[in-house]
């Protein structure tokens, strides 16, 4: 399905889906909603981390175009010491798009994945993209300007990857273990494929990846398409989209208004029906995120579903590609320059309607080539898209894999 807007609807679907009321989800008194520090006040360590009886470290890391990025280090795990002179793995974990560090660690501490990691023996470090809430700073750029919000995923691929990796890998002197989900898998494999990173990288973990989107078709999912293409001349005026803007908030208002779509059971209707969430989990979610990006980065989005491909921002205007790229047409990320023998592991789930089950599949062919004993693939058959992230049972179905995959690694 090539349409315009469908993958600026994809990403957009990560808020939608997480920030509606999921009414399937489980009942819990389990969740982190006992907290009475305020993440936006105090930081993720103070609010998330520490508070669970794990040290944490703030970070800070600027780009080479002067963006200012929040990194968390969780350097041990619970009632444990580093002076064992042993050196930890060092782990990067990354988020999706209008989301940040935070919805790694909205389960209890058994559940969430940066702990989980951190008590079985890994150096932690959570990553924030730049225009999340802790990661809004520039050497000379306000937030208020147009110009901070002039970046794409390309930036991210240019930029904030390569600034995160080589400090971590500064700090700890040591090849770095990767975890990515949704738009973290994208912005990785298309580091990847330019060969970014891959000299500092150990191995990769890839949870729902989205490097295509092509049969994400429910009946919503259409609808919102056409309609973002209607709104490109009103929401991309914009340089900064905010998904609690009014502007934004009035886009999601009109679907709700189409005849057929039910904006009440958002949750299955556009990522599939996510089997493993908590209510208290979902009700922390709300409380913190969505996160904003640039309206560049959604109209990015959007051409690499209409394309078909992985290409870099698209001018549209020849002359303007020919003055970024000194050709007419964007280049394209090639998967298939993927070092062979990267470790990979890819888990996708069967009922996760935003990475689709074919478009992974179409992913793996990419990677066809790869070395057999370098690539591991999981299929879960129950799991939708925010199961990956805040599944209650994704340390049983996921993130004992991922360790198990980056123990096995030499």
């Avoid at 957009?12 to 982190?32: C, D, E, K, Y």
């Avoid at 640039?294 to 001018?315: C, D, E, I, P, W």
Wanted: proline share 4%; aromatic share 10%.
């Amino acid at each position: 399905m090539a349409l315009l807007g469908l993958m600026s609807f994809a990403a957009l679907t990560l808020f939608l889906v997480l920030t509606t009321v999921p009414r399937q989800a489980h009942a819990s008194s389990r969740g982190n909603l006992g907290r009475n520090i305020n993440p936006s006040v105090y930081g993720i360590c103070a609010s998330s981390v520490i508070v669970h009886g794990y040290k944490c470290q703030e970070h800070e890391v600027t780009t080479d175009d002067g963006y200012i990025l929040s990194l968390q280090r969780i350097p041990e795990g619970r009632g444990k010491s580093s002076g064992s002179g042993t050196r930890k793995q060092p782990v990067v974990i990354q988020h999706g798009v209008l989301v940040d560090g935070m919805t790694w660690l909205l389960n209890p501490p058994e559940q969430d994945l940066p702990l989980i990691l951190a008590d079985n023996g890994f150096d932690v470090w959570i990553a924030n993209t730049r225009g999340t809430r802790y990661s809004r700073r520039h050497i000379s750029l306000d937030p208020s300007s147009q110009a901070y919000w002039n970046w794409s995923w390309d930036e991210l691929v240019s930029y904030d990857f390569p600034a995160v990796f080589n400090y971590v890998f500064s700090q700890t002197g040591q090849k770095i273990n990767y975890v990515g989900h949704s738009l973290g898998t994208l912005v990785a494999l298309a580091s990847f494929s330019e060969g970014k990173l891959v000299n500092q990288l150990k191995s990769a973990a890839l949870l729902s990846p989205i490097a295509y989107l092509s049969h994400m078709n429910t009946a919503l999912g259409v609808v919102a398409a056409k309609s973002f293409v209607g709104e490109i001349t009103t929401l991309f005026g914009l340089a900064e989209f905010n998904p609690k803007g009014l502007a934004v908030d009035a886009f999601l208002k009109s679907l709700c208004a189409h005849p057929g779509i039910d904006c009440y059971d958002l949750l299955t209707a556009l990522t599939g029906k996510n089997c493993c969430l908590n209510s208290s989990t979902v009700d922390l979610f709300l409380m913190n995120e969505p996160q904003s990006t640039s309206t560049k980065n959604m109209v990015h989005l959007a051409q690499t579903v209409r394309l078909g491909a992985l290409t870099k921002f698209n001018y549209v205007r020849p002359d303007y590609n020919i003055m970024h790229y000194g050709e007419i047409f964007p280049p394209i990320y090639n998967l298939s320059n993927i070092p062979h023998d990267l470790p990979l592991f890819i888990s996708y789930g069967g009922r996760d309607a935003l990475s689709d089950v074919r478009d992974v599949e179409n992913l793996l062919d990419k990677l066809k080539f790869h070395d057999e004993n370098k690539r591991s693939v999981q299929f879960i058959q129950e799991y939708a898209h925010a199961d990956y992230i805040m599944g209650f049972n994704a340390k049983d179905l996921v993130y004992n894999a991922v360790l198990s995959f980056f123990n096995h690694q030499v």
